[in-house]
């Protein structure tokens, strides 16, 4: 290994605690009680209620556990503040998340409102802001894509139909994640695939963050290696338990990559997100675009990308991709997602000073997105 060392210092981060596997979900009464919780509120969104997930988890809460399961299917500004009403009307003391990454980014604005009282906006982009108490998350995922269950940051819509912003703290990491695969199984094909990409995603935009960090690095190679040889498989036939095991564990390993930040294509995805289309669906139609744009400055990394997607000696990265996201269904382009606009102006304004684009290994100008927007809508 070559190359002149980093100027700066590096910070490894740390994470909650993780319990992995499948059956894992029958500790959660154990997790709750070490974090000191008797009366945590179960907050999920009424979709899981008819799938059975939430009589499973109920079962293995205190019996002071108090249920919320009126959370929007878009995580909304509304939904969080909500939640945050709900939990001090209840007087509970922790949140346990149920549900797929809309759900756990809204209980983590709720668990930071519950001790803090501007409005959700103030915060966003200003962790130092968050000087109050955040209610702690214990978060059990039942989808295998976002991370959220490993990451200090979620992403709130103000309102149905308008962009979202994010916010981040080291308060919104949950204390525990119960990573039980079992919870997935009944997950359809179109959800596993876009799920499934979106840790895929997730992956390789920290691994191709400019930031230095070589032990998340090799995390995120690992997920993109086993969402690559999994995925597929998953989508095929959702009772696959080996595939869903390693989803979700490409899942969770691409929550902790975002740790080094994220880049061009999860600005675009914020770009499109006063849309419904589907937030991991728009990254990987996006990625390989984004990869060609960043060829001349990353090349060895996206040739180690292209290698833990499988690519054929000498092949790129974005075509290993793209193939990938065909392979599962996934159109090439956002138009073909089902974008109907032609604002792409407005959309390369939008793009090009969002704040995923620090975590770009090249830095983009107006009309580097100017060109990225026009092959993914035209």
């Known amino acids: 290994m070559s190359g002149a060392l980093p100027d700066q210092p590096t910070v490894l981060p740390s994470f909650g605690r993780v319990r ?10 154990d997790e709750l009680a070490a974090l000191g919780i008797a009366r945590p509120m179960l907050a999920t969104e009424r979709r899981l209620a008819e799938l059975g997930i939430l009589d499973r988890v109920r079962e293995q809460a205190p019996r002071g556990a108090v249920l ?44 930071l409102l519950t001790g803090n009282k501007e409005p959700l906006r103030h915060y966003a982009g200003h962790p ?3 000087t109050g108490p955040v209610a702690p998350i214990v978060a059990v995922p039942t989808t295998a894509g976002t991370g959220s269950e490993v990451s200090r940051g979620a992403g709130i819509h103000p ?5 979202e912003f994010g916010v981040r703290g080291d308060g919104l990491l949950p204390r525990v994640a119960i990573c039980d695969p079992e919870l997935t199984l009944s997950l359809p094909p179109r959800m596993t695939a876009g799920t499934g990409l979106d840790a895929i995603g997730h992956c390789i935009e920290g691994f191709l963050s400019p930031a230095v960090n070589p032990v998340v690095d090799a995390i995120a190679l690992d997920g993109i290696r086993r969402a690559a040889r999994y995925l597929e498989r998953a989508v095929a036939d959702g009772q696959d338990r080996e595939a ?7 899942a969770v390993e691409g929550g902790m990559a975002i740790s080094k930040g994220l880049g061009c294509a ?36 996206l040739a180690q990308v292209a290698d833990a997607l499988g690519a054929a000696p000498g092949g790129s990265a974005a075509d290993a991709l793209a193939a990938l996201n065909a392979r599962v269904g996934l159109p090439a382009t956002i138009r073909a997602l089902g974008y109907r606009g032609n604002d792409h102006e407005a959309l390369a304004a939008f793009a090009v000073g969002n704040y995923f684009n620090r975590g770009s290994p090249r830095a983009p100008t107006l009309d580097d997105y100017r060109r990225i927007i026009a092959e993914l809508l035209d």
């Open 266 to 301: 999860h600005a675009l995805s914020m770009t499109f997100s006063h849309t419904d289309l589907h937030h991991g669906a728009l990254v990987t139609i996006s990625l390989p675009v984004v990869m060609r744009f960043l060829e001349p400055a990353v090349p060895e990394k």
């Open 128 to 130: 130092e802001r968050i």
């Open 159 to 163: 309102a149905p139909g308008e962009r």
């Open 68 to 111: 919320f399961d009126a959370l929007p299917v878009q995580p909304t500004a509304a939904g969080a503040e909500a939640l945050a009403a709900a939990y001090g009307a209840e007087r509970c003391d922790g949140i346990v998340a149920v549900g797929g990454g809309v759900v756990i980014d809204m209980c983590k604005a709720a668990a």
């Open 20 to 29: 992995f596997g499948f059956g894992v979900l029958a500790c959660l009464g």
């Open 244 to 250: 869903r095991w390693h989803m979700m564990m490409a």
